[in-house]
């Protein structure tokens, strides 16, 4: 998890009694260059414990395994995924 992502969670957890009420939508979107099955669990586990905890909707996940450049990312399917998932928000 980046910096700036942590900041951003920080920054939102010290409002949570705001945002619970709310019925906020999020999504997760992420790629790295790894493509071993356990890339994501650190990062999945924490969004899971941050969506209970603020009453999210979770309307999807896009997770792009091998996408260590853009030009990695852009010749997967990942970016089709991102998209339809923008679509059904």
């Known amino acids: 998890m980046s910096a700036q992502l942590k900041t951003l969670i920080d920054r939102f957890c010290s409002r949570n009694f705001s945002i619970q009420r709310k019925n906020f ?11 071993d099955d356990w890339t994501f669990d650190a990062l999945e586990a924490h969004y899971d414990t941050l969506i209970r905890y603020l009453n999210l909707d979770d309307c999807g996940r896009v997770l792009g395994y091998s996408c260590g450049t853009p030009a990695m990312t852009k010749r997967s399917r990942y970016p089709d995924e991102a998209y339809n998932l923008g679509k059904r928000l």
Request: aromatic fraction near 10%.
């Open 25 to 35: 939508k999020s999504a997760l979107l992420t790629v790295a260059y790894n493509a």
